[in-house]
């Protein structure tokens, strides 16, 4: 497999007046087309100055970031932009979905910034809901929508430009343990059957333990970079969640 990700010494100072923050320090980072990373580490520790940069979003201030082999320190803010338009699909916390819009429409969206022809991109749009389990409900807008479909709405649309790489920051921070576990099952499929790389931050234990590869990050520095050879089965929990009854929130005595 090839490297997607390679941070040779990377660093990010961010000046705060006359202060300056070592936000993120000798980053060596590489990760193979396929892995599936997950990032933790306390708040203000990095992980979202690393993600910025692997995003493309942000440039380091030293070191060597490169993505899928090309550059990106030394790119123009315009050629980063197009790196991550071709080879970056975001997933966030708050879905940021557009309201009164389809789901379809929202999936659609990033093909009409392509130029797509209206049928092809529809059509498109359409199978990769399907893929994400949400066929039957491609003309519900976000309200519409319970947290988790709005979740598996964003991850098609992070999909439908065929992205090597998906980043996800707190992707399951919004929603419950069950339904956290079937957006993990997602993503465990997708990265099994497409190969998609995934980088993810968390907070959650439980959601690190999905990854197969945990990076953890503390004042600025990576602490320690892990292989899990077991990863969570987050399909399996969601399955046996299923099984269970729904717990009660009756109180014996209760008003
Ligand atoms: N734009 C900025 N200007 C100045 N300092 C910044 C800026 N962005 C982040 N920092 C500082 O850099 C450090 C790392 O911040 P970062 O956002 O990467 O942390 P984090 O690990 O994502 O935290 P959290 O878990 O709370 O999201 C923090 O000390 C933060 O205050
Ligand atoms: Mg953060």
Redesign the pocket.
């Known amino acids: 497999m090839e490297p997607i990700i390679e941070m040779v010494g990377v660093e990010k100072d961010?000046a705060?007046g006359p202060v300056v923050?070592r936000?993120l320090i000798d980053a060596h980072i590489t990760v193979n087309e396929g892995e599936f990373v997950a990032i933790v580490?306390?708040?203000?520790?990095?992980?979202?100055?690393?993600m910025n940069i692997i995003g493309c979003l942000d440039r380091p201030s030293r070191g060597t970031y490169r993505l899928a082999g090309y550059d990106v320190g030394s790119r123009s803010n315009n050629a980063r932009a197009v790196l991550r338009n071709r080879l970056i699909g975001f997933v966030f916390q708050g879905f940021n979905l557009l309201p009164r819009t389809t789901a379809l429409e929202n999936v659609e969206l990033p093909l009409v910034y392509r130029g797509q022809r209206a049928k092809h991109r529809r059509a498109h749009a359409r199978a990769v809901l399907a893929q994400v389990g949400l066929a039957d409900r491609v003309d519900h807008t976000p309200n519409q929508l319970s947290g988790g479909q709005q979740q598996r709405v964003a991850i098609a649309r992070a999909l439908v430009t065929d992205p090597p790489l998906l980043l996800a920051d707190e992707p399951t921070g919004n929603l419950d343990t069950r339904t956290s576990d079937e957006i993990l099952a997602l993503l465990q499929r997708l990265n099994r059957e497409r190969s998609l790389t995934i980088v993810l931050?968390t907070?959650e234990s439980d959601v690190a333990l999905c990854a197969s590869r945990v990076i953890t990050?503390r004042d600025?520095h990576v602490r320690s970079d892990v292989r899990q050879s077991s990863p969570r089965d987050a399909g399996e929990a969601a399955a046996r969640a299923q099984s269970e009854p729904e717990p009660t929130s009756a109180r014996p005595g209760g008003e």
């Open positions: 961010y705060s923050v936000a580490g306390p708040s203000g520790s990095g992980k979202s100055t690393l931050v907070h990050m600025g």
